[in-house]
């Protein structure tokens, strides 16, 4: 069966936008705004140059939460790995990572209930990121098909329309005519691919071991932290 699947956009822009404004060290944005550049689009490209595992690192994507497999908004966020030498463009890359693993572990879990993804189909602001886009690619062993629009949701709220208006008689004919997309623009390479089964795997051992009843830190965090802003506000 072919299912095909869109990456969730939102709240990873989040993790890479809370990221660049709050763990980049100064020189960086000063080379950027020397080069004319967004500051983003240096770690990108500084992130993108960077051999695959090379970082010694793996992130979880769970700043704000995880909304699913676990649907579970008390999970926060984790890196682990970290070292005296660990740069900027190590941490970035890593965050690059854990959003294209969350997005494995989604496609597994389909996957595991018997509805297999095949098919993967990028919009919004992420298309933008072409080392986000092979990393995608990689960690997914899928090749990635980009939307021919540089507005997703606009576009398909006028294709609902336009079927609403009678235009076309149901939404596949309405989109066939549309919509339009580029296949395969980013294709997985087999290397890299191999590199990042390895850290999918310790991906999915720190998720099961947060997120699943193992070690419940991540709460006991929040409520620490709750606690200590009310009794700061009395």
């Known amino acids: 069966m072919l299912q095909r699947h869109a990456a969730p956009a939102g709240l990873l822009g ?54 699913s497999v676990l649907v579970d908004g008390r ?5 682990v790995g970290l070292t005296l030498a660990t740069t900027a463009p190590e941490i970035y890359r890593a965050l690059l990572e854990s959003t294209a693993f969350g997005t494995r572990m989604i496609m597994d879990t389909f996957r595991d209930s018997g509805v297999p993804v095949t098919d993967l189909v990028v ?9 986000l886009m092979q990393i995608y690619a990689d960690v997914t062993r899928r090749p990635l098909s980009v939307i021919g629009s540089g507005q997703g949701p606009a576009l398909g709220s006028a294709i609902h329309a336009a079927v ?15 919509g339009r997309e580029e296949r395969d623009v980013y294709r997985p390479d087999p290397a ?8 999918y795997a310790e991906y999915v051992r720190l998720h099961d071991y ?18 200590a802003w009310k009794a700061r506000d009395r």
């Open 14 to 67: 989040d993790i890479f936008a809370w990221f660049t404004a709050n763990g980049v060290p100064g020189e960086f944005a000063e080379e950027a705004s020397r080069r004319g550049v967004p500051l983003q689009q240096l770690l990108d490209e500084q992130a993108g140059a960077l051999p695959t595992g090379s970082h010694g690192l793996i992130a979880l994507d769970w700043e704000g939460g995880n909304r």
């Open 75 to 79: 999970l926060s966020g984790a890196i």
């Open 164 to 178: 609403a208006a009678g235009a076309y008689p149901d939404v596949p004919a309405a989109a066939a005519v549309m």
């Open 210 to 227: 947060f997120g699943r009843g193992t070690n419940e830190v991540m709460y006991r965090l929040r409520a620490i932290r709750d606690r």
């Open 123 to 131: 919009a919004g602001g992420l298309i933008k990121s072409a080392p």
């Open 192 to 199: 890299r691919a191999d590199v990042y089964d390895e850290l």
